[in-house]
T-cell receptor, first 115, second 111 residues
Framework: GAVVSQHPSWVICKSGTSVKIECRSL??????MFWYRQFPKQSLMLMAT?????????EQGVEKDKFLINHASLTLSTLTVTSAHPEDSSFYIC???????????FGSGTRLTVV | GQQLNQSPQSMFIQEGEDVSMNCTSS?????WLWYKQDPGEGPVLLIA?????ELTSNGRLTAQFGITRKDSFLNISASIPSDVGIYFC???????????FGTGTRLTIIP
């Protein structure tokens, strides 16, 4: 079945630094990738949608200059949290799908802690 | 962003009991999905529903797509310890390729 690998699974960074999270589709070509943020005991909130080779579409209220998304290939999307602050600490999850399929496959998530 | 309302918010049951949870929306969706999330993991798809009125089973799980397209339910029969986790519904609009997630139902099994 479709597998999405997310790396790292957890990261601790200092306030003011940037962190990059990778999302890879291992056995299919992901024409569209999605990035979610999940705070403790809350649901998944979509941050942005990215299509390979084009700019990401951000949801209302999500700062595109703070959360940089790059979907340079059909198997890799990256989310960079720039100038991270403690309030950015959260669980970030990516999801991928391919055109014509009904499936959304999720990565295992990245726990970001900003200290 | 928009969220779907799930109920109950949490459930405490004994092993072997049946479980029922539902999801409602003010908007119509063309696809309903049910996911389970374990602590520190991403959601895993349990059941996908594509037609209004559709009733689909996956082992001990049964889910239905409401006729109005604004609701769905998930039943789990004869619960076992590994059923513990958070269950999310998600809806997808046709032509709007993204999911809207429900508020989640946390299932706990009491020893």
């Amino acid at each position: 079945g479709a597998v999405v690998s997310q790396h790292p699974s957890w990261v601790i960074c200092k306030s003011g630094t940037s962190v990059k999270i990778e999302c890879r589709s291992l056995d299919f070509q992901a024409t569209t990738m999605f990035w979610y943020r999940q705070f403790p005991k809350q649901s998944l909130m979509l941050m942005a949608t990215s299509n390979e080779g084009s700019k990401a579409t951000y949801e209302q209220g999500v700062e595109k200059d703070k959360f940089l998304i790059n979907h340079a290939s059909l198997t890799l999307s990256t989310l960079t949290v720039t100038s991270a602050h403690p309030e950015d600490s959260s669980f970030y999850i990516c999801s991928a799908r391919t055109t014509g399929s009904y499936g959304y496959t999720f990565g295992s998530g990245t726990r970001l802690t900003v200290v | 962003g928009q969220q779907l309302n799930q109920s109950p918010q949490s459930m405490f049951i004994q092993e072997g009991e049946d479980v029922s949870m539902n999801c409602t929306s003010s908007s119509i969706f063309n696809t309903w999905l049910w996911y389970k999330q374990d602590p520190g993991e991403g959601p895993v798809l349990l059941i996908a529903l594509y037609k209004a009125g559709e009733l689909t089973s996956n082992g001990r799980l049964t889910a239905q797509f409401g006729i109005t397209r604004k609701d769905s339910f998930l039943n789990i029969s004869a619960s076992i310890p590994s059923d513990v986790g958070i269950y999310f519904c998600a809806g997808e609009d046709f032509g709007n390729e993204k999911l809207t997630f429900g508020t989640g139902t946390r299932l706990t099994i009491i020893p």
